[in-house]
């Protein structure tokens, strides 16, 4: 990694600093996402000792569940972008009164979302293919999980202020410690342990649901109480809308919020083909998934480091050190990604077997996983850099790099693999990988350009002519 520096020129003092401060930023995140994988494994784990059909009752939810959270994506983006502005310009007043703008909203859209779900369960498992032996379950699991997503959008909105702050510390201790306790809860009230019910798969949503809260009172304790926060909010002050700032928040924040109705939407749509083969082939394809989420978790740290190094360097106004910290991160996230490949590669099936005692299972999970492996260059790519291009406020081409991954090949050439050439789960993770690799090409080839560099100086503009007018 040196050496590539130093053929660029750059001092290596200033470089040996830039890469610890990318790491210090990206390693509470990779602990934080990690560990909510891997509890989020361990959950599945248990649901899986019930039944194939309790783990496909779960799967099935999961990408709704991902549709409904979208729209919090214009409240937290916007959030992280702008509070790493302010933060980077000196402007802590204004960085504090944006968190504060964030919470009000998500919990304004985390109540609506909430009744959507809980009203609306029943219509959407069914709508995703549902088989009787598992329609019951899922919409108890969905019912149960909606009504505790308003506790969950606050939080993200907290998180999304720390993160812009350069505080990713806190929010992976809270968030693991939620975790925690959520893997505990579903021991219990699965399995009904220590004179609690057996409560199976609606179990497993109560404890969900619990441990959301208890994030969401410590999240909001850390940003009200304690004073050495880097985001601190008085108690006392306007809880009513800001619309200059929720229009700021907004204005960056929709593509995001569009990117992720599109990614939700389309992985919907996808696993809507995978469940047309059977429960057993879609148990396989949820525990393929499940494990692949630890791929995601180094990508997605690098991009929170990404969002928050390059939005408080173009605060400060300062596009070349905005340039050198993006090179890090996507230099830094393809060697990790590399190394998960490998490990996919390795241990496929071993990492399949703790899901299910299932040998069919097991093997249909194996293989998908190494057909993921091939991903890992890919995913890293697009998720570092989008996490670069929305610390620039340059939120469309994450968005363009979506439609046509997603939809292009995870829900039309997945659907043409599966139903037309009958390829099964192996063509569904096939058009999966094509994706990954389309995503990010047009990320990538954005970022080259190097225009993202100067869409903050465009946006302030536009603010400027909007106030006087």
Known sequence: MLQFLRKRKWSQKYSKQMIWEVISL?????????????????????VGRLNSAAITAVGLTTQPF????????????????????NIGAGNTKKANEVARQSIILNFIMGIIISTIGVFMAHDIVVFMGAEADTV???????????????FQAVNMGVTAALRGAGETTI????????????????????????????LGVAGAAISTSVSRFLACVVGLCVVFFLKWSAISIRLKGSYRINFD?????????????????????GLMMFARTVSSLGTVTFAAHQIGLSICGLTFSPSMAFGVAGTTL???????????????????????????????GLMFILFSYPLACLYTEDLKVAAMASIVLKIMALAQPGQSTQLSLAGVLRGAGDTM?????????IWGFRVVVAYIFVSVFRWGLIGAWV????????????????????????????????EKMRACS
């Not at 509470?28 to 560990?35: K, T």
């Not at 201790?173 to 219990?188: D, E, P, T």
């Not at 924040?253 to 939407?265: C, D, I, N, T």
């Open 397 to 405: 081409f994450p968005l363009y790099s979506s439609i046509a991954g």
């Open 66 to 85: 991902m549709v409904l959270l979208a729209i919090f994506s214009a409240v937290n983006v916007g959030t992280t972008t702008i509070v790493a502005w």
């Open 136 to 150: 019951k379950d899922a919409t108890v699991y969905f019912q149960i999980v909606s009504a505790g997503l308003v």
């Open 26 to 46: 990206s390693w509470p995140a990779f602990i934080e996402l990690v560990m909510s994988t891997l509890f989020s494994m361990i959950d599945m784990i248990m």
């Open 245 to 265: 700032i929720a229009r700021e928040i907004f204005s960056i924040g929709l593509p995001s919020a569009m990117e992720q109705f599109v990614v939700q939407g």
């Open 171 to 198: 929010p992976m201790i809270y968030n693991v410690g939620s975790n925690l306790f959520n893997v505990l809860g579903n021991y219990l009230l699965i399995f009904g342990k220590l004179g609690l019910p057996k």
């Open 431 to 462: 058009a999966l990988v094509l994706d990954q690799y389309t995503r990010a090409a047009i990320v990538y080839f954005r970022y080259a350009s190097g225009k993202w560099k100067y869409v903050k100086a465009r946006n302030q503009e536009v």
């Open 310 to 340: 390059v939005g408080q360097s173009l605060g400060a106004n300062d596009e070349e050190r905005a340039k050198r910290y993006a090179d890090i991160i996507h230099h830094m996230a393809i060697a990790v990604a590399c190394f998960m």
